[in-house]
Each structure stands twice: as C-alpha cells, then as structure tokens.
C-alpha cells in the first residue's frame, strides 16, 4: 500500500530552466508534507515543506505547491543548477504522528 | 554540531549473522528514528525514540530486530540472525522539541547480506 507515490523515476532537466518534481498521495490525514534531497553516499536533507492550511511555499529557488482536493503536490526548482542534480523524495506525515511516509524518490539530472 | 552519525558506513555479513548498528544523534535532540531504504525505494520508517523511551515500532521490525536508546543518547540497532532481505540502508535521524519535521539524517550504514 504505497501511499505517497512518485511516478517518475527519473527526469531530466536543462540548466537554467524549470524542474517540477510531482507527488500524489492516498491518505487524506495527511496534513504536512516535506521534500528531501538525497546525493550518493549521504543521507536525505530536508529541503522545505509545506502544511496543508497553505497551498504554496517558497524558498529561494525552491516553491512547494499543494492541490488537497487532487491530493498531489509538486515541487519547482527555478532556474535549474548542476548542483541540484541528486535523488528527491516526497514524505508526508500528519498531526501527532512521528513517523514520515516517503515515496519512491525521483532522480533529476540537471544538464548543462 | 558534527550532525547524525552513523556507525559503521558498511557491513558486509554472512547469512546467519548478528549485526549492530550504531547511531549519534545530534546532542540537543531528544528524538531519534530509524529508517530502511532498499533499492528503489524510499526510506521506511522502523521505530522512534524519545529520550531513552522506544514509543513505535513499525510492523517492519520482526523479532529478529531490536534497537535500544540507553541514556538518551546514542542508539543501537541489532539485527539477529541476518538474511539476505535484511540487505538496505539503514538510515538514523534525530530532531528536536517541536518544530518542524525537517529532521536531519545521518549518512545511513549500508549493510549487505551474502
């Protein structure tokens, strides 16, 4: 029962330009969600999040955006670096509960 | 503050074999978890700690694994009698009081079962 899903596994991106990372999910409890951003041989870092009485936060390059009526939220880096080239993971947790569900991770390659 | 650190990076064991994992939490931070992420995947959570009390276990954690937080401080996680599944990354974070839930991971410890 996968109940955070990322289902693209990987996508490419040309430097300087948009990346949107997207993220569903299937428990409606949800109510903070988080993306991470993992390099090889390191642990996630968390990267920004957003609660589910807004539908939009922004950090820098960074915008978080959430649509609860279609349970999906997506994550837009803008303008794209070499150095955002790493593995994302959507998490959700809700009120009271300590642990975090992620998805499956998406690999964004940013191109020179 | 050094972060979450994790002990060893790799383990490499035999089928059969109890493995411990040690985890450092940052010193402010009075909760630590534990995660598994296998290949592919995302992490899954394990079990929680708050200062030295285990307060949730996830039903991933068989009979065959135990993790303790003596003190409050650093944490170990046993794995008795490893199989070939048991094969992951084990990944520790820590975070403080209230907050977010940005909490910080260690760098995990990648174990291999052959």
């Known amino acids: 029962d996968q109940q955070v899903k990322q289902n693209s596994p990987s996508l490419s991106v040309q430097e300087g330009r948009i990346s949107i990372l997207n993220c569903d999910y299937t428990?409606?409890?949800?109510?903070?969600f988080l993306w991470y951003k993992k390099y090889p041989a390191e642990g996630p870092t968390f990267l920004i999040s957003i609660s589910s009485i807004k539908d939009k936060n922004e950090d820098g390059r960074f915008t978080v955006f959430l649509n609860k009526s279609a349970k999906h939220l997506s994550l837009h880096i803008v303008p794209s670096q070499p150095g955002d080239s790493a593995v994302y993971f959507c998490a959700a947790s809700f009120q009271g509960a300590q642990k975090l569900v992620f998805g499956q991770g998406t690999r964004l390659t940013i191109n020179p | 503050d050094t972060g979450v650190s994790q002990d060893p990076r790799h383990k490499i064991t035999k089928r059969g074999q109890n493995v411990t994992f040690r985890c450092d939490p940052i010193?402010?931070?009075?909760?630590l978890y534990w995660y598994r992420q296998t290949l592919g995947q995302g992490p899954e959570f394990l079990t929680y700690f708050q200062n030295e009390a285990q307060l949730e276990k996830s039903r991933l954690l068989s009979d065959r694994f135990s993790a303790e937080r003596p003190k409050g401080s650093f944490s170990t996680l046993e794995i008795q009698r490893t199989e070939q599944g048991d094969s992951a990354m084990y990944l520790c974070a820590s975070r403080g009081e209230g907050g977010e839930y940005g909490y910080t991971f260690g760098s995990g410890t990648r174990l291999t079962v052959v």
């Open positions: 428990n409606s409890m949800f109510d903070y």
């Open positions: 010193s402010e931070h009075n909760r």
